[in-house]
């Protein structure tokens, strides 16, 4: 064995019985010098070095003291005092310092010391370790007369070769070293200020006897003050390296043992007091601790899961992953524990074993402390997060562990696509499924994505696509009642079983299980698309909707508002939908809806909505269509409910058309009337401005729907449901094309105070009619009073008789007066009235429009005063359309109060 790998007692005892049977002595007195030896290591090692230089400098000058030199002490503490306050920003490490020039100054004197004399007393500043085993003796008693000549010659050799104060360093003399060549004498050890067993009285020894040196009287022991020194009994045997290995083998283990003991509230490891080693073995020992620390961690977070049912398919196969990295790291110790047994290896041996596991329990640690509670899709984000590792090796553990986790997604991934069936006891698949929906909601309402849940190796849009592939599968089980199998389903299944659950997250790009999950995507869209538009004739039922609630076949329309228009100027609530129902059937059959499938024409009904006091029929009636079986996923009761606003909007549009469609045949007719009533033309002129004005505005707004809001959003509609791969898109589209008609159509929110102008706008316009009306029957009236006044006087006038006479005349005047006066004078008040305020509407009307941020509504308004007609009239409506001004108007987008007086 090599003797640098020797621990120190060991050498310690092979040198001092070396220097003993050199000069003679036997293996008695070697085992006394080995004693004292061990005992003076005690002293130093049990003694350290102040850290503070006022301890230092205190030992330096009580160490002068003790040797007799009291004036070179209180110069040194003199010196001391300087030295503090002049380097108190200079000298960074005085101790240090202090320390070093006080062992050099102690080495300088002991150069002129014998060989054999005592050195100075032994001072723990400057312990060195085996510096002193030349000089051990054993503190037994000195019983035989040999030892006690010894003692008493190296006594008096102190003497002399110890300095006094002042007194020159003299080398010892020839007789001396004659003396000390013809007999062995034992070396004497410098005293040491806890050697056991012995006390110091005055620079004097008293050994562990109790007695003291010859030349020492006893009338002077009572004169002298004792000064006991602590006993320090001996070190005990160090702790072999054997011991610690094997300790550490079932540390390895989360088992503490008796030389290294955990504690139990913080769970960290440390050395018994009892137990001796040196530093680098205690500083190794306990970073190796750190793999049972390690160990005990990832065994916890196993068994506490392993024993939750809750914590899912998913969390369980974590679980069993990690009990099978155990499993391994119970195979390499087993070996350790086998080279322990064979004394095979050493501690520094054991770190290199140590190495490897370290780190790979680290990993694990980090693991299990990221996942903590996570479950699912979350715990396999998780471990994700550690794939790209720099290591391949913990790279491929962390693979095989994220591999295991990924199994049960991988198989409700793979049951999902093929069959559309969703076995997640637990809540971990990152698509939800609520039970008791059925029917046409089942699209919109039973599934769901649970974003918590999605992997972090699936994006968002990936998720969608496979909550889609199952959901149209479910849906034509469900729904549609197909059972038919798709096409390419052998194909896919073939594809899949080259696959394997570490094909969810090896490949960035191109990954082939993604790939198989897109063609089942789309292949199962196509197949909903083809049963949707084939057997249940989804585009039919969509052109339905446009023809009938978005007013598109024009001739129904217009001839239910000739039919209809006795029953809806009732009061709604004289209405009956029954007689309603009547009159829609009869326009049906008198137009060319009488040609529409028979399914579509028995979804088309008559409905009324709900009454509100003061409502006639005009306010009540709509038309609607009965949505069921599949159409319903499109046709939702929401979008329905779009539908019958569109309907309710369109409706009173076309009527305000209808209405002056029919002022305007009786203004024409007046017109004519003109020739026989000359005082209607004044009248009438004014009439025909505002009804011209009127209908203009009717024309324009019906325009703006019905090309630029309708049409252009149907045929973008039908290139979207072309290009459509999936039942999905084609709701979208829908959607999207419902939302542009009601934001258009001035049905949003935002647009209300629009809305509402436009409304008061339609009143004005059904106010002109009845002033129209009532002049019409006015005129009529005096019309034919007149023809009959005319028709007396010729009948009279053919029998001979006078054709009328004074009483009669004045009659017919006073009529004629009463009719120019009043009635006409009425309806000329009445329709520059409504003209006036007609005209403020529109004008702030188009202010709102000209305001708004949509640019075909500022394009109507320009529509609607393309010759500034209204413009000229309104400041408002000349200024530029600056940015600002637009800002402006945008935040002021409904009319204010103050915008009201403006108007005023």
């Not at 997060?385 to 198989?411: E, Q, W």
Request: aromatic share 8%.
């Amino acid at each position: 064995m090599n003797r640098t790998s020797e621990e120190p007692g060991v050498q310690l005892q092979r040198l001092v019985k070396h220097i003993v049977q050199k000069n003679g002595g036997d293996n008695r007195m070697a085992t006394k010098h080995y004693r004292s030896g061990l005992a003076l290591l005690a002293s130093m090692q049990q003694n350290k070095v102040a850290s503070k230089e006022e301890n230092v400098g205190d030992r330096i000058i009580k160490q002068m003291v003790r040797d007799g030199r009291q004036q070179e002490a209180v110069k040194m503490s003199e010196m001391l005092s300087n030295l503090r306050q002049s380097s108190a920003n200079i000298l960074r490490n005085l101790p240090a310092i202090l320390t070093f020039l006080h062992s050099v100054g102690e080495k300088k004197d002991a150069t002129h010391i014998s060989a054999f004399s005592t050195p100075a007393p032994y001072s723990n500043s400057h312990s060195s370790g085996f510096s002193s085993l030349s000089t051990i003796h054993p503190p037994g008693g000195h019983s035989s007369a040999r030892h006690t000549s010894a003692s008493q010659s190296s006594s008096h050799l102190q003497k002399q070769s110890t300095p006094m104060p002042g007194s020159s360093n003299r080398p010892l003399g020839p007789r001396f070293t004659n003396q000390t060549e013809s007999s062995y004498h034992p070396p004497v050890p410098p005293k040491p200020r806890s050697r056991p067993n012995s006390v110091v009285l005055n620079g004097t020894e008293i050994d562990g006897s109790g007695k003291l040196p010859p030349s020492q009287s006893q009338p002077n022991l009572q004169n002298i003050q004792a000064q006991t020194i602590p006993v320090v009994a001996p070190a005990g045997a160090q702790t072999s390296q054997d011991q610690l290995v094997k300790e550490l083998v079932y540390i390895f283990q989360g088992i503490e043992g008796k030389i290294i003991r955990r504690d139990p509230g913080t769970m960290k490891y440390y050395l018994n007091r009892d137990a001796t080693v040196t530093s680098a073995q205690a500083s190794l020992t306990l970073k190796l601790c750190e793999l049972g620390w390690l160990f005990s961690q990832v065994e916890q977070f196993t068994e506490k899961q392993g024993s939750e049912a809750e914590y899912g398919l998913v969390g369980q196969s974590f679980v069993t992953a990690l009990r099978e990295e155990l499993t391994e790291y119970y195979r390499l110790l087993s070996v350790l524990e086998g080279k322990v047994r064979d004394g095979s290896i050493t501690l520094l041996q054991l770190s290199v074993w140590a190495s490897e596991p370290m780190k790979r329990m680290k990993l694990l640690v980090e693991l299990v402390t990221a996942a903590g509670s996570s479950r699912g899709g979350s715990l396999a984000s998780c471990i994700y997060g550690f794939i790209n590792h720099g290591d391949p090796a913990m790279k491929a553990c962390v693979s095989t562990l994220l591999t295991a986790a990924c199994r049960p997604l991988y198989t409700m991934l793979i049951r999902w696509i093929l069959d559309g069936s969703l076995e997640d006891p637990h809540n971990e698949f990152f698509i939800a499924s609520e039970p008791g929906i059925q029917g046409e909601a089942l699209w919109h309402h039973k599934y769901s994505v649970r974003k918590g849940m999605i992997p972090r190796f699936i994006s968002l849009s990936w998720a969608k696509k496979i909550l889609s592939t199952g959901k149209s599968i479910n849906f034509l089980r469900s729904v549609c009642m197909d059972n038919s199998p798709l096409l390419g389903r052998q194909k896919i299944i073939s594809r899949l079983e080259q696959t394997d659950p570490a094909s969810l997250f090896s490949c960035d790009v191109d990954n082939p299980l993604l790939e198989v999950a897109g063609d089942a995507f789309r292949q199962t869209g196509q197949h909903v698309l083809d049963i949707m538009f084939d057997k249940f004739k989804f585009m039919s039922h969509l052109a339905a909707m446009r023809k009938y609630l978005l007013l598109g076949q024009g001739d129904i329309m217009r001839y239910l508002l000739d039919l209809l228009d006795t029953e809806l100027s009732q009061p709604a609530t004289h209405l009956y939908p029954h007689n309603l129902a009547g009159i829609l059937e009869t326009a049906i059959r008198a137009t060319n809806t009488q040609y529409e499938d028979f399914d579509i024409l028995e979804r088309l009904d008559v409905r009324l909505l709900e009454i509100q006091p003061g409502d006639s029929g005009w306010d009540v009636f709509s038309l609607d269509y009965k949505v069921s079986g599949p159409i319903g996923v499109v046709f939702t009761p929401d979008t329905m409910t779009r539908y019958l606003m569109l309907f309710n909007t369109l409706w009173r549009a076309k009527r305000m058309e209808w209405v002056l469609s029919g002022v305007w045949k009786k203004l024409a007719y007046l017109q004519k009337i003109c020739r026989e009533i000359h005082e209607l033309t004044p009248v009438l002129h004014q009439a025909n401005l505002l009804a011209c004005e009127m209908i203009h505005f009717v024309h324009q707004m019906a325009y703006y729907i019905t090309f630029e809001v309708m049409e252009c959003g149907w045929d973008l509609l039908v290139k979207q449901i072309d290009t459509a791969e999936t039942l999905e898109d084609v709701i979208q589209a829908h959607e999207e094309f419902l939302s542009t008609l009601v934001a258009r159509s001035l049905l949003e929110e935002r647009s209300i105070e629009v809305r509402n102008q436009l409304r008061t706008i339609y009143d004005r316009i059904l106010e002109f009619q009845n002033i129209q009306e009532k002049l019409y029957q006015d005129t009529i009236a005096e019309l034919e009073a007149r023809h009959a006044a005319e028709a007396m006087v010729a009948l009279r006038t053919e029998a001979g008789d006078y054709g009328t006479t004074q009483e009669e005349e004045n009659k017919d005047a006073e009529r004629r007066k009463d009719f120019v006066k009043s009635k006409l004078a009425a309806a000329k008040a009445n329709l520059r009235i409504v003209s006036l305020s007609y005209q403020d509407m529109v004008r702030t009307f188009l202010f709102q429009l000209t305001c708004s941020n949509d640019e075909s509504l500022q394009c109507l308004s320009f529509r609607l005063d393309f010759n500034q007609h209204y413009k000229k009239k309104d400041s408002r409506l000349s200024r530029p359309l600056t940015f600002s001004h637009r800002r402006m108007s945008g935040m002021n987008s409904s009319l204010t109060a103050s915008q009201m007086s403006y108007l005023e």
